[in-house]
């Protein structure tokens, strides 16, 4: 797939995809084809803008609310550095002790109060669900920065965008995730988004007790995309063109002794990656807590520390648009 660029002679605001100023982003489900390759587009010339100039003014003037009950390092700080590349400020709430959270404020008083200050408010919560709350309540665009263990949608552009700029494809690929494919987020919605293209292969990897949902698999299923499930590597790895790894989501267990049963249950190391191919590409969404070994962390496969990069440009590119700025 070609990556499509802007017209070069118009200034950014003239470039303006009116589809998707004042939405919200909930949920991979709202993205075609064509919109990931309009998404890609802005992306690839925010990347562009950065590396040139880094910080312009397109967003000068606009405020981000940057609400997050849930701990974040990546998401958070990199939405924060997104609104201020573009010229724009930052509201953040992510001690929502200090705020009037702790008090029993409800999630859509706590959205109201923050849309009469911000243009747009991104939010992360523990509860699935809880961003299409906040969206109903809200008049401003809401961006779903991970809701539980339902969406991540952000983290799922950032990911497709990952593999366009590093395979320069997203047709014709193996993608094998691993780990916790039951609470973890990212995978829930990377499955969903690569069944925007064709000949996508997809093969599960876990401990049984953390298998991908069915109501994924479902989804998945009905776009006609091949799945399989295993509980381990050996016989999908040399296939693989995407290694997708995830962190063993110990904060969701209800049992602590389930968490300790699978923790530790896949380490992707320099050994076993010699079964695999010369161009393929490790990702994680960080953080990591062990499931790769730092001692890969030289080898060019190992893609998820330029795959957090990439999110920056994929979240200006979001923040630009929902503002009728892109
Ligand atoms: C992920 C998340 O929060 O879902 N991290 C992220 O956003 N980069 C993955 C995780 O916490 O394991």
Same mark, same amino acid.
């Given at each position: 797939?070609?990556?499509?660029?802007?017209?070069?002679?118009?200034?950014?605001?003239?470039?303006?995809?009116?589809?998707?100023?004042?939405?919200?982003?909930?949920?991979?489900?709202?993205?075609?084809?064509?919109?990931?390759?309009?998404?890609?587009?802005?992306?690839?010339?925010?990347?562009?803008?950065?590396?040139?100039?880094?910080?312009?003014?397109?967003?000068?003037?606009?405020?981000?609310?940057?609400?997050?009950?849930?701990?974040?390092?990546?998401?958070?700080?990199?939405?924060?550095?997104?609104?201020?590349?573009?010229?724009?400020?930052?509201?953040?709430?992510?001690?929502?002790?200090?705020?009037?959270?702790?008090?029993?404020?409800?999630?859509?008083?706590?959205?109201?109060?923050?849309?009469?200050?911000?243009?747009?408010?991104?939010?992360?919560?523990?509860?699935?669900?809880?961003?299409?709350?906040?969206?109903?309540?809200?008049?401003?665009?809401?961006?779903?920065?991970?809701?539980?263990?339902?969406?991540?949608?952000?983290?799922?552009?950032?990911?497709?965008?990952?593999?366009?700029?590093?395979?320069?494809?997203?047709?014709?690929?193996?993608?094998?995730?691993? !780990?916790?494919?039951?609470?973890?987020? #990212?995978? =829930? /919605?990377?499955?969903?988004?690569?069944?925007?293209? *064709?000949? +996508?292969?997809?093969?599960?990897?876990?401990?049984?007790?953390?298998?991908?949902?069915?109501?994924?698999?479902?989804?998945? !299923?009905?776009?006609?995309?091949?799945? #399989?499930? =295993? /509980?381990?590597?050996?016989?999908?790895?040399?296939? *693989?063109? +995407?290694?997708?790894?995830?962190?063993?989501?110990?904060?969701?267990?209800?049992?602590?002794?389930?968490?300790?049963?699978?923790?530790?249950?896949?380490?992707?190391?320099?050994?076993?990656?010699?079964?695999?191919?010369?161009?393929?590409?490790?990702?994680?969404?960080?953080?990591?807590?062990?499931?790769?070994?730092?001692?890969?962390?030289?080898?060019?496969?190992?893609?998820?520390?330029?795959?957090?990069?990439?999110?920056?440009?994929?979240?200006?590119?979001?923040?630009?648009?929902?503002?009728?700025?892109?």
């Amino acid at each position: 797939m070609p990556t499509p660029t802007l017209n070069p002679h118009l200034p950014f605001g003239e470039n303006k995809q009116a589809d998707w100023y004042g939405k919200d982003i909930l949920s991979v489900k709202q993205f075609s084809r064509a919109d990931l390759e309009y998404v890609f587009g802005v992306a690839h010339e925010m990347r562009g803008m950065v590396e040139r100039i880094g910080t312009f003014d397109l967003l000068k003037g606009k405020i981000l609310a940057n609400l997050f009950y849930e701990p974040s390092t990546r998401t958070s700080s990199s939405f924060i550095a997104a609104m201020e590349r573009l010229g724009g400020s930052v509201i953040s709430i992510n001690e929502v002790k200090y705020s009037s959270v702790s008090k029993g404020e409800s999630l859509p008083d706590t959205i109201r109060t923050l849309e009469c200050y911000a243009d747009v408010i991104v939010l992360r919560h523990p509860e699935t669900g809880s961003a299409a709350i906040a969206a109903k309540a809200a008049k401003k665009p809401v961006l779903n920065a991970g809701d539980g263990v339902g969406e991540h949608p952000t983290q799922a552009l950032l990911d497709t965008f990952t593999i366009m700029e590093e395979l320069g494809r997203l047709d014709n690929i193996t993608v094998t995730m691993l !780990g916790d494919l039951k609470y973890g987020r #990212t995978v =829930h /919605s990377l499955a969903r988004l690569l069944t925007n293209f *064709t000949n +996508v292969k997809l093969n599960y990897v876990s401990p049984d007790i953390l298998k991908m949902p069915k109501e994924v698999m479902d989804e998945v !299923g009905e776009k006609n995309v091949p799945q #399989t499930e =295993h /509980s381990s590597l050996d016989k999908v790895l040399a296939e *693989t063109d +995407v290694l997708y790894v995830t962190r063993v989501q110990k904060e969701r267990f209800e049992d602590p002794a389930d968490y300790e049963k699978v923790k530790g249950a896949y380490v992707i190391d320099p050994e076993i990656m010699k079964h695999a191919k010369k161009d393929m590409i490790v990702m994680h969404p960080l953080p990591r807590v062990g499931e790769i070994s730092t001692d890969f962390d030289d080898d060019p496969r190992a893609a998820y520390f330029r795959q957090m990069e990439y999110g920056l440009y994929v979240r200006m590119a979001l923040l630009a648009m929902v503002l009728g700025k892109a």
